[in-house]
């Protein structure tokens, strides 16, 4: 930074730094991520992994849109390599702690993969996948107990343990949910908590036979002072500790007073820090001060003196002060203005805050990447500005904004007539086949959708938002990534094992091309979608029944060449193909759209289909399976835009 700007950017570290400790500190004091108690594989293993994990994408996306709703949820996903799961908060949990655990949980059960039948268990929830119906299961062979490493000697406390695990196993059976809560006084200032739950799939029978199996299992722990009986249907604890959170909970007010006394004295000592930082920030050399906070000082001096470099303040005052007026979007890692620079260039300016270290690299990874590529199909950058209070990038401003603001328009869309469609489908293969195979580094841009596609004035699309992207070297297979991008445009194999190829870009093109063609956005959701089918569904049915030519949009009915049309769909659906081996590299897709010969190879199957799910609750030992349209999802998967910066 320069040092006129010091002082700005200092205060906007220090708030920062205090934002990130207060955080930390609640985060610390209130502990909300689940601990993970046990995670069990399988010994099998699926002769299809890819297809395997397909359906486990889309059952797990079921089980979501039920446990959300109730805290229980059950599915059942695919034809062959069928994949059932379940999945089951403990009854103290509130909705949104059900939520935490679920993905806490959802993200770690694919280290077991490909094993065909696994399950987790986590302070607050259960969640189990399988190559066959495990609804009914009361026990297994996987049953098991995790015991606590402390121990007692008192005699008093193990009679009251096994007392109070005997009651609750019997009182969870009279229970509508199958769950049971309650304490035991041991001795002034000793008490022991217990818990017993069984999963809702079962009945009362297999209830029954589930938690006399886990309350022997359990109370063989002591004279430990925390035993958990593990077993497939049902979930026994007993401890010292008031781990649910009941009213009765003796400890309960205590605990959460001990909660605000140590927030309290925290953001006291952060507070006293922050002021000590002060002071040794204004005996600091102006030299000094470069070297920012965040690492990034390197990396601001040598866009400082470069021909990328924009001076804030022109920025501002190009976009009259970032006025509203001028806001052209809203994306995920920023607000874009338009602006006009005082020579009367029309630009583009991404504004960005510095928070936290994986966003400033999020800043110079964009500037980085776009700075060394060029071509028609991808937008420019023009450069950006470091020495603000907030970093920008500026980049040439394209009138027609976005793909998706006229294609999900009912009355814009109508101004993409089948060339212009035709066009942006080609032109966008093009810039991706550069990416991927004709610039001088390998990039995979990892958030191909109709939003990220931009339009100038003649709807020439250009690939636009390289936040996520990703260049690896030419020897390397894949990269191991953070899951980011959008859900419902994301492959596969990519969310289940975070592995990125091009092929993850090939995949989200291929749903772009189907979006472009029908004029339909992709719903990965299938609780969220018509007649409860995706998109990808709907068209791979008719393309079976060789009637996929009623999918196009109505406003291109009769008003474009048919052969070229069905020609459209068998590049979007090959594009699309579940196995990534089978989907064509970019350049091929390029020929494809572009030669004349009538003959494709044939799409195989994509993913995300013949999904149905069960209903959350049976009085039967088998759950019944039903379409689960019914169920509303507070969001759709494909609205989502994830950047998860831990490696899986």
Not at 78 to 96: E, H, I, M, R, S
Request: proline share 4%; with cysteine.
């Amino acid at each position: 930074m320069k040092p006129s700007h010091s002082s700005s950017s200092t205060h906007l570290h220090l708030l920062i730094l205090f934002l990130v400790l207060v955080l930390f500190v609640a985060a610390a004091a209130g502990d909300t991520t689940p601990t993970i108690f046990d995670t069990i594989c399988g010994r099998n293993q699926t002769q299809d992994p890819e297809a395997f994990d397909v359906n486990f994408v889309t059952t797990m996306e079921m089980i979501f849109q039920n446990i959300t709703e109730s805290g229980f949820g059950a599915a059942v996903s695919g034809g062959a390599n069928t994949v059932y799961g379940l999945g089951q908060c403990f009854g103290y949990l509130a909705p949104t702690s059900c939520q935490i655990c679920y993905f806490q949980s959802r993200l770690k059960l694919p280290h077991c993969l490909p094993a065909t039948d696994s399950r987790i268990y986590l302070d607050g929830c259960f969640l189990r996948y399988a190559d066959h119906n495990v609804s009914a299961d009361a026990t297994d062979a996987y049953d098991t107990s995790v015991c606590g490493n402390a121990s007692t000697n008192s005699s008093a406390f193990n009679d009251a343990a096994t007392r109070l695990v005997a009651n609750l196993t019997a009182g969870a059976l009279n229970q509508t949910k199958f769950y049971q809560v309650g304490s035991a006084s041991v001795a002034a200032g000793v008490s022991v908590y217990g818990m017993a739950q069984c999963w809702r799939s079962l009945n009362a029978s297999g209830c029954r036979e589930c938690l006399e199996s886990a309350r022997a299992s359990a109370v063989k722990c002591l004279p430990a002072t925390d035993g958990k009986a593990l077993n497939a249907g049902c979930f026994v604890r007993y401890s010292t500790e008031p781990f649910y959170l009941a009213a009765s909970s003796s400890g309960g007010g205590s605990s959460a007073r001990r909660t605000i006394i140590v927030a309290l004295t925290s953001v006291v000592a952060v507070l006293a820090v922050i002021g000590i930082i002060i002071i040794w920030k204004k005996m600091r050399s102006k030299d000094d001060l470069i070297d920012d906070l965040d690492g990034s000082g390197e990396y601001i001096r040598s866009i400082s003196g470069s021909h990328l470099s924009f001076k804030y303040e022109d920025l501002r005052k190009a976009t009259d002060n970032f006025n509203q007026i001028n806001k052209l979007g809203q994306g995920g890692y920023g607000s874009v203005y338009k602006g006009v620079l005082s020579d009367g260039r029309e630009i583009a300016v991404k504004r960005l805050f510095f928070t936290t270290r994986p966003w400033v690299d999020q800043f110079f990874n964009e500037v980085t990447l776009v700075s060394q590529v060029q071509h028609k199909n991808l937008v420019k950058l023009l450069g950006c500005s470091v020495e603000g209070p907030e970093s920008l990038l500026v980049y040439e401003y394209l009138c027609n904004t976005s793909l998706d603001n006229f294609l999900f328009d009912s009355f814009k869309k109508n101004l993409l007539d089948w060339e212009r469609r035709f066009e942006i489908i080609v032109g966008t293969a093009e810039g991706l086949s550069y990416l991927h195979s004709a610039s001088e580094i390998r990039i995979i841009h990892r958030d191909i959708k109709a939003s990220n596609i931009l339009l100038d004035e003649r709807f020439k699309p250009k690939i636009a938002d390289f936040g996520l992207a990703r260049n690896f070297m030419e020897d390397q297979s894949h990269l191991s990534t953070g899951l980011a991008g959008t859900f419902g445009y994301m492959a596969p194999e990519y969310i289940v094992h975070g592995q990125l190829t091009e092929k993850a870009d090939i995949y989200s093109y291929g749903v772009l091309v189907l979006e472009i063609i029908t004029g339909r956005k992709n719903h990965n959701s299938v609780a969220s979608s018509d007649e409860g089918h995706s998109l990808m569904s709907l068209i791979w049915q008719h393309f079976n029944a060789k009637t996929v030519i009623e999918l196009l949009d109505p406003c291109l009915q009769k008003r474009c060449p048919e052969e070229q049309a069905l020609k459209v769909f068998q590049v979007g659906l090959l594009c699309a193909q579940a196995s990534p081996n089978l989907r064509p590299p970019m350049w091929k897709v390029v020929e494809l759209l572009n030669s004349e010969s009538k003959e494709l190879p044939l799409p195989s199957q994509p993913p995300f289909i013949n999904v149905k799910g069960t209903s959350s609750k049976s009085n039967s030992s088998e759950s019944p399976s039903v379409v689960t349209s019914s169920s509303k999802s507070p969001f759709s998967l494909n609205q989502i835009s994830v950047s998860q910066l831990d490696a899986r």
